[in-house]
């Protein structure tokens, strides 16, 4: 199995930058795809970006594009989500998930393995 472990969120004012970070441990090598899905209170957990790991091919959802940027230190395992020009809209639960599928899906069914999620949130 492969165990994530999410950091990095907290408390930040609408307009500023937060950069999440997960790191994989484990049998990392059945891992080909990370991403970043995202789940407020009373909602569906919604997509917010995923990357290849070999390639380093990117995804996002419309929502986060200018904003958001994901990345990845793939030698040690470790994704990346830098978030700036933060809005209310962006408080949730942020969970980071691996899968061993060769392109990077933007469905949560297509990963195995999730973060126990890091808070973000936005005050105005």
């Known amino acids: 199995q492969v165990r994530m472990v999410e950091s990095g969120g907290g408390l930040v004012q609408a307009g500023g930058s937060l950069r999440l970070s997960c790191a994989a441990s484990?049998?990392?090598?059945?891992?080909?795809?990370m991403g970043w899905f995202r789940q407020a209170p009373g909602r569906e957990r919604e997509f917010v970006a995923a990357i290849t790991w070999s390639g380093g091919s990117t995804y996002y959802a419309d929502f986060v594009k200018g904003r958001f940027t994901i990345s990845g230190d793939f030698a040690k395992n470790i994704l990346y989500l830098q978030m700036n020009s933060l809005n209310t809209e962006d408080t949730a639960v942020y969970y980071c998930a691996a899968g061993s599928r060769i392109l990077a899906g933007r469905s949560s069914q297509e990963y195995d393995y999730w973060g126990q999620g890091t808070q973000v949130t936005v005050s105005s």
């Open positions: 484990g049998r990392t090598r059945n891992v080909y795809n």
